[in-house]
Each structure stands twice: as structure tokens, then as C-alpha cells.
């Protein structure tokens, strides 16, 4: 039996996201394999670390600053690796958990851990860099502007917008995720206010695509043989494209598998572009990448290296799709993280 830390919260807008994902693991995870230490990351940066492992059959706690005493997180890693901690599992998704920052000290302790390293985690969390490595290597993509946003001339980019992708248009920030950060605008004055409103060194705009939205995730290490999950398809209910709402409101979104315009080729074609994107980025364990099927094709929206895990998450549907239960996928991504190679040296003791 390996101990394991999952990490559950962070810094970024998806807090609460992270925290269902975080309890949906710790519930899940097979007892007679790992025994899980939770770990609180609250909103100001510190870590919470419960006094001990969750015992067989003992229920998820409710994730907060009650689990331990406030720490730093070297502090707090160096404890946890003190206490025989062999790997990690990041259940965040944002800033500070799925941009690389967490995953580079993770690495630095030689301690392996679930999703991709620091330069693919650090690539895949920023759009513009995405849509940039992606495009290197041959992947289509929608149409689009990108330029500064903090301190931008917000006169000049929205006319540099309007001339060259019209409206309405999909805006982004940079770094964000889970919809946050995104919005459809319809006119000049939703673009100027999306400038006045997000936070962020650059955007990235965006001409809409008519099609079909699908998503489709990657299980497998880079350099190794990649398994493409079957893919889902996303039909929002209460908005008019998939909005925080409508990805985790009851009721938000229909989400079917397979979706509803592609036949087995299809199917095929959209598997071996999601491949693509993985290994182009050098993702390792598990990826999602979103697209829209248009009439000329898939089209790539942007790759996530750290996919939700609540119950209302697509990765969960489509590895169920695909015959493969919440524990087993689980242990896919636990033991890819430990296939790479990353088991910890041995460490020079602590000085008295």
C-alpha cells in the first residue's frame, strides 16, 4: 500500500471546483492500494495537511482549514514527504495547481505525480501558448486575435477584433479554465467591458464555429501507447454555449456518448487529432481536448492537462463509456504517474 497526497482547492477561480474533484478522488480511490493523506490548499496560499491517512473504509472529510495547521507548502511537502508520502495527486485546476508552479516543486523533491510535467502543464494552461504549439504542428484551429489585456488600449483592440473576426466573438483571457475567463460578445460595448472586467497579460479572440462541441480524452505518458477515450458531445441546456452554468448547474448541459453527428469515422478522426494535441504539447497521464466538429472538420478549442473529476466531469463519462470504472481510471492515472520514472532519491537527512 502506497501513501499518497491529494491536494484539493488552490488559488485560482476553480476552488470549489477543485474541492468536489479532491472528494470525489479521495471517495473513489482504491483503500486496499493507497492510503490517501488529504491536503486543504486555501484561497490565501496555504496548505492544510490532515493529522493522518484516511483509514480502510474511513469516509472523505470535509476538505477545509480545520484538516491541519496553516503551512507554507515547501513546509507543508517537506511534511508530507516525512511522513512516507510516494506520490501526489493534484485534483486542482488553475492557476497555481494546473500551471506548472506546483508541478516544478513537485518535481524539484523527485516526487511523481498525477498529469503532465511543469513545461506541458505550464504550455496547456495558457491559451495563447496552446493555440501556438498546437498550430506548429498542423492542428486546425478557429480563426483568431490575440494582444495584450492589462493595460491594453481598449479602443484599438476591440476595432483590431471587430476588423478581423467580426461579431459576436468568443474572448479569453489567457490563463483560465473551466469557462472562467471566457465570454461571447455580441457588440463593441461586451467587448470593451471584457477589458475592463478580466485580468491577465494577454487574450485571445476568437471567430465562433458552427458545428458540433465535443471533447475527447487521452490516457497514457508521451512516448508511450496513448489510449483515446470515446469522445462525448456537449449540448448546453440553460445558456447558449458551455458556460460555468451549463457545465455544472443540474440540468446544464446534455452530454452524450458518442455525440450525435459522428459515425465511426468520425469517431476515429477526432481520437487520433486528440492524440495529436497530446503529444504535441507532451502531455503525460491523462489530457481533454475540446473541439467543434464543423462541416470542414474538427477544429481544436484547447487541451486541459488536469481534467475535473466531480461527478457532473466529462473524463469520468467517457472512461465509463469505455468500460473503464472511476477506481480503475484512478489507478491509470496513479500508476502512469509512477511509470515515469519519478520515484523519489534518497534525501539527505534533515540538519538537527
Same mark, same amino acid.
Given at each position: 500500500m502506497l501513501d499518497l497526497a491529494v491536494l484539493g482547492g488552490g488559488r485560482s477561480a476553480e476552488h470549489d471546483v477543485s474541492l468536489r474533484s479532491c472528494t470525489a478522488v479521495l471517495r473513489a480511490l482504491d483503500r486496499r492500494r493507497w492510503r490517501p493523506w488529504p491536503v486543504y490548499l486555501a484561497?490565501?496560499?496555504?496548505?492544510?495537511?490532515?493529522?493522518?491517512?484516511?483509514?480502510?473504509?474511513?469516509?472523505?472529510?470535509?476538505?477545509?482549514?480545520?484538516?491541519?495547521?496553516?503551512?507554507?507548502? %515547501?513546509?507543508? #511537502?517537506?511534511? !508530507?514527504?516525512?511522513? /512516507? +508520502?510516494?506520490?501526489?495527486?493534484?485534483?486542482?485546476?488553475?492557476?497555481?495547481?494546473?500551471?506548472?508552479?506546483?508541478?516544478?516543486?513537485?518535481?524539484?523533491?523527485?516526487?511523481?505525480?498525477?498529469?503532465?510535467?511543469?513545461?506541458?502543464?505550464?504550455?496547456?494552461?495558457?491559451?495563447l501558448r496552446t493555440r501556438e504549439c498546437l498550430r506548429a504542428h498542423g492542428v486546425p484551429m478557429a480563426d483568431c486575435v490575440t494582444g495584450p489585456l492589462d493595460g491594453a488600449d481598449v479602443d484599438r483592440e476591440v476595432e483590431r477584433i471587430v476588423d478581423a473576426l467580426g461579431l459576436p466573438c468568443f474572448v479569453k483571457t489567457d490563463l483560465s479554465g473551466s469557462s472562467f475567463g471566457v465570454e461571447r460578445c455580441t457588440d463593441r460595448a461586451g467587448l470593451a467591458a471584457f477589458f475592463g472586467r478580466?485580468?491577465?497579460?494577454?487574450?485571445?479572440?476568437?471567430?465562433?464555429?458552427?458545428?458540433?462541441?465535443?471533447?475527447?480524452?487521452?490516457?497514457?505518458?508521451? %512516448?508511450?501507447? #496513448?489510449?483515446? !477515450?470515446?469522445?462525448? /458531445? +456537449?449540448?448546453?441546456?440553460?445558456?447558449?454555449?458551455?458556460?460555468?452554468?451549463?457545465?455544472y448547474a443540474s440540468g446544464g448541459a446534455l452530454e452524450l456518448i458518442p455525440p450525435r453527428g459522428l459515425d465511426a469515422a468520425g469517431i476515429a478522426e477526432v481520437q487520433a487529432l486528440a492524440k495529436r494535441c497530446h503529444l504535441a504539447l507532451?502531455?503525460?497521464?491523462?489530457?481533454?481536448?475540446?473541439?467543434?466538429?464543423?462541416?470542414?472538420?474538427?477544429?481544436?478549442?484547447?487541451?486541459?492537462?488536469?481534467?475535473?473529476l466531480t461527478?457532473?466531469?466529462?473524463?469520468?463519462?467517457?472512461?465509463?463509456?469505455?468500460?473503464?470504472?472511476?477506481?480503475?481510471?484512478?489507478?491509470?492515472?496513479?500508476?502512469?504517474?509512477?511509470?515515469?520514472?519519478?520515484?523519489?532519491?534518497?534525501?539527505a537527512p534533515r540538519s538537527a
Open positions: 484561497k490565501d496560499g496555504s496548505w492544510h495537511v490532515a493529522t493522518a491517512a484516511l483509514a480502510s473504509g474511513e469516509p472523505a472529510p470535509e476538505l477545509g482549514p480545520h484538516l491541519g495547521r496553516a503551512q507554507r507548502p %515547501g513546509v507543508a #511537502l517537506g511534511e !508530507l514527504l516525512d511522513r /512516507g +508520502i510516494r506520490v501526489v495527486f493534484p485534483a486542482l485546476h488553475g492557476r497555481a495547481g494546473e500551471d506548472g508552479s506546483l508541478q516544478g516543486m513537485l518535481e524539484l523533491h523527485d516526487l511523481p505525480f498525477v498529469g503532465s510535467g511543469t513545461a506541458a502543464s505550464a504550455v496547456g494552461m495558457d491559451k478580466e485580468r491577465g497579460r494577454r487574450y485571445v479572440a476568437e471567430r465562433p464555429l458552427r458545428g458540433e462541441e465535443i471533447s475527447v480524452p487521452v490516457l497514457g505518458n508521451s %512516448g508511450d501507447e #496513448l489510449e483515446a !477515450l470515446p469522445p462525448v /458531445g +456537449i449540448y448546453p441546456q440553460l445558456d447558449d454555449w458551455f458556460t460555468p452554468t451549463a457545465k507532451g502531455c503525460d497521464g491523462v489530457s481533454r481536448t475540446d473541439m467543434i466538429v464543423t462541416a470542414d472538420g474538427p477544429r481544436v478549442l484547447e487541451l486541459n492537462t488536469l481534467p475535473g461527478e457532473a466531469s466529462l473524463l469520468p463519462k467517457c472512461a465509463a463509456a469505455a468500460g473503464i470504472a472511476f477506481p480503475a481510471l484512478l489507478d491509470r492515472l496513479l500508476d502512469a504517474a509512477l511509470a515515469r520514472g519519478r520515484a523519489p532519491q534518497r534525501r
